[in-house]
């Protein structure tokens, strides 16, 4: 099992940026992908970003391309989400999750353990 804790959310003007973590503890080794998702009321979870533990591998949804990071600090086995440039159409809560083997996947299906979320809020 994986526990997952993500923190870092806020509120922002457009234009600006704020840095999500999620610290992870348990079963690493059932931690081979780790991904960001968020979901919006009313919309679909969706993929933001995903990251292999092993490789640093990543992979990113065209909505947050060239604006959002994702990266792993293996040290403090965190995981991290810069976003840069937000808009409004980005807010929504942000989940973190993990996978036991390694995906590129951005689908929400694909993943094991789950994290509580923490909220993003950018105003116009």
């Known amino acids: 099992q994986v526990h997952l804790v993500e923190s870092g959310g806020g509120s922002v003007q457009a234009g600006g940026s704020l840095r999500l973590s999620c610290a992870a503890s348990g079963d690493l080794k059932s931690r081979k992908s780790m991904a960001w998702f968020r979901q919006a009321p009313g919309k679909e979870r969706e993929g933001v970003a995903v990251?292999?533990?092993?490789?640093?591998?990543?992979r990113y949804a065209d909505s947050v391309k060239g604006r959002f990071s994702i990266s792993v600090d293996n040290a403090k086995n965190t995981v991290y989400l810069e976003m840069n440039s937000l808009k409004p159409e980005d807010t929504a809560m942000y989940y973190c999750a993990a996978k036991g083997l390694a995906t590129m996947s951005l689908m929400a299906y694909n993943y094991n353990y789950w994290g509580q979320g923490t909220q993003v809020t950018v105003s116009s």
């Open positions: 990251i292999l533990i092993g490789s640093g591998g990543t």
